[in-house]
């Protein structure tokens, strides 16, 4: 979704939801992405890094298969966990907001297969393809979500059913593009299974760590809904729609691009010529993405009331003075995070084994920490030191070219 588009959206929303509506939307969504996360974690990395090189040795059709039926091995894995956190939560006597949640689960299953389409036409080179697929989410998003507030009222489940009725129609849509794609390529023989273990070694790590970066993604809403109220994580929403997410899908947008292009110019590591040219871009996107957030965050220090007067309803406006924060806080986040790409496009996912799970751990507890101490603002401290501390380690790692052996 375009950063308008996502402007746009936080208009609608916060005209037909109130603060404590949207709380709950914000907290419904964290369990959809938890079960989406985990479950397609040792598929949806690979299959994005080994386009570029089953490209290169011509073999499109049967890398296609395997990362199909890698896919399929996601979708069984969510549905037992779905299976798993509904029993637990019928448990444990939140059965109020079962319709929620499974709807929730529902919407980002169907969010990871259309994001591994959009993975598959980028490194394609179908720019077209995934810009056109990516304005028809981000317009059907809108539509949707005032039709259905308008007919249905406000609600999370309303809202939800919007995304998913969008979601739905841009997945039919990819579908044909990449049957389009895969028949233009033939298979030379049966490497299926050899592509599922790459596919498979390469992205297992994930499974190790991607369970931590949701607590950590997750815990600042969950710890406001503990520590204070509902209605507080509506306001911390609308500050990460408005700070946190923009900056995210700008320097996101950078990644996407440049993603497939350190990944081709990788190959399989084995010259240093293109590692170090690998090494070398991913430095200079990084400090294009330092300097957007810096820009960014001056301007919204400057413009904070102007900004929300325009994009949000009044009820909101009481906490745009935190925007300038959460705008360095995603960016220093999303700057480390294109350098975790360098280093996926050197092979070495292990190395983030590590400073993902601890930075993760860390950025939960400080938001524990900080929505106890001091609520919103706590919450807002804790997530800038957590991208300052993530954006340093991965800086660290990736200070060198990757060396080949």
């Avoid at 990516?134 to 005032?146: E, V, Y």
């Avoid at 190790?208 to 815990?219: D, H, I, K, L, R």
């Avoid at 938001?367 to 501390?389: H, K, N, P, Q, R």
Wanted: charge should be positive; charged fraction near 10%; proline fraction near 2%.
């Amino acid at each position: 979704m375009s950063v308008l588009a996502s402007l746009v959206l936080v208009r609608v929303l916060t005209n037909y939801l109130n603060v404590e509506q949207y709380g709950e939307l914000a907290l419904a969504l964290t369990v959809g992405t938890l079960v989406s996360q985990v479950a397609f974690s040792g598929s949806m990395p690979g299959i994005m890094r080994y386009f570029a090189i089953a490209a290169e040795k011509g073999d499109i059709k049967e890398y296609m298969r395997a990362a199909d039926s890698m896919m399929e091995y996601g979708a069984f894995a969510a549905l037992a966990l779905s299976l798993l956190l509904i029993f637990g939560m019928a448990i444990y006597g939140y059965s109020s907001v079962l319709a929620v949640t499974i709807m929730s689960i529902i919407f980002s299953v169907l969010g990871n297969f259309n994001s591994k389409q959009s993975m598959i036409q980028n490194a394609a080179r179908q720019r077209k393809v995934v810009s056109l697929h990516t304005s028809l989410d981000a317009g059907l998003k809108i539509l949707f979500a005032i039709s259905f507030l308008i007919w249905f009222g406000g609600s999370a489940k309303v809202v939800i059913a919007a995304y998913i009725a969008s979601v739905s129609i841009v997945l039919i849509s990819q579908s044909f593009f990449i049957k389009r794609l895969i028949s233009i390529h033939q298979s030379k023989k049966n490497t299926t299974s050899f592509w599922k273990q790459e596919i498979w070694k390469y992205s297992k790590p994930f499974i190790f760590f991607n369970a931590f970066t949701w607590v950590q993604a997750s815990s600042d809403r969950w710890a406001l809904d503990i520590f204070s109220t509902t209605q507080d994580v509506g306001f911390y929403a609308v500050l990460l729609q408005l700070g946190y997410t923009p900056i995210a899908i700008c320097t996101g947008l950078m990644a996407t691009l440049i993603g497939p292009i350190l990944f081709q110019r990788s190959g399989d590591t084995s010259d240093p010529l293109r590692n170090a040219n690998v090494h070398k871009r991913a430095w200079q996107i990084t400090w294009l993405a330092l300097v957007l957030t810096a820009v960014s965050s001056v301007i919204a220090f400057a413009f904070h009331d102007f900004i929300f007067n325009i994009l949000v309803s009044s009820q909101y406006r009481a906490v745009s003075y935190l925007l300038p924060f959460m705008i360095l806080a995603g960016g220093f986040v999303s700057a480390g995070q294109i350098l975790g790409l360098k280093l996926m496009s050197d092979l070495n996912t292990k190395a983030l084994i590590f400073p993902k799970i601890a930075t993760s751990l860390l950025g939960a507890f400080l938001s524990f920490l900080g929505a106890y101490l001091a609520g919103i603002e706590g919450v807002v401290g804790g997530c800038l030191i957590f991208g300052v501390l993530q954006l340093l380690w991965m800086g660290w790692l990736s200070r060198y070219p990757m060396k080949v052996c």
